[in-house]
Nanobody, 127 residues
């Protein structure tokens, strides 16, 4: 069964940190691709980070690199998103998504190519 369940969202002050978790079922973290995306109020969905299992690489969106870190625990089949230095502009619903590994060594982090999605978790950065 393909299932992704996010947790860990909440309210945090500017400059604070949160760690989101995504429990993954039906995909292999060592082979398939996992992505974190977000949708801010009034905006479209944007990529945060993608982890390409088979290729063994990670892509971070420019505004997140250095502040956000993706990691995984294969034993728990869970992917984490550590977010530091949060800003009000990071307020959004955060989604994790998964797809089977693509037959390319240069995968891209496009939300439309991910077919399985979690329900999302709200992150609010406000004082």
């Amino acid at each position: 069964q393909l299932q992704l369940v996010e947790s860990g969202g909440g309210l945090v002050q500017p400059g604070g940190s949160l760690r989101l978790a995504c429990a993954v079922s039906g995909f292999s973290l060592d082979f398939d691709d996992i992505g974190w995306f977000r949708r801010a109020p009034g905006k479209g969905r944007e990529a945060v980070v993608c982890m390409y299992g088979r290729v063994g690489r990670t892509y971070y969106a420019d505004s997140m690199e250095g502040r956000f870190t993706i990691s995984s625990d294969s034993a728990k089949n869970t992917v984490y998103l550590q977010m530091n230095g949060l800003e009000p502009e990071d307020t959004a619903i955060y989604y994790c998504a998964a797809r089977p590994s693509l037959p390319t060594n240069q995968p891209t982090c496009n939300s439309w190519s991910f077919g399985s999605w979690g329900q999302g978790t709200q992150v609010t950065v406000s004082s």
